[in-house]
């Protein structure tokens, strides 16, 4: 499922229009953003947080010369699912 995909379900779940569903969606994508941004743990109950790791400076090789290259640090993403979307998820499969 993308956006669209998803935007239009969420459209037809609330019972309004496609536009009003792609504004929540947005908005909701860019406090999450925010909140990332300002280095908050963003947690959703019942469904899961996001938080900010930092990911050590290591080397690699590059593939095509298999040259020893200097990877540097940089932060991701991470994304913990609560026990209730795990355990949801499981009985869904």
Known sequence: ????????????????TKKDADTLVNTF?????????????????????????QRKERTGVNPQTGEEIVIPSKKVVAFKPSKNLKDTVNEGA
Request: glycine residues 10%; negative net charge.
């Open 29 to 53: 994508l860019d406090t999450l953003t925010e909140g990332l941004i300002a280095d908050e743990k963003v947690q959703l109950t019942g469904f899961g947080s996001f938080e900010l790791r």
């Open 1 to 16: 499922m993308n956006k669209t995909d998803f935007t239009n379900k969420l459209a037809e779940n609330m019972g309004s």
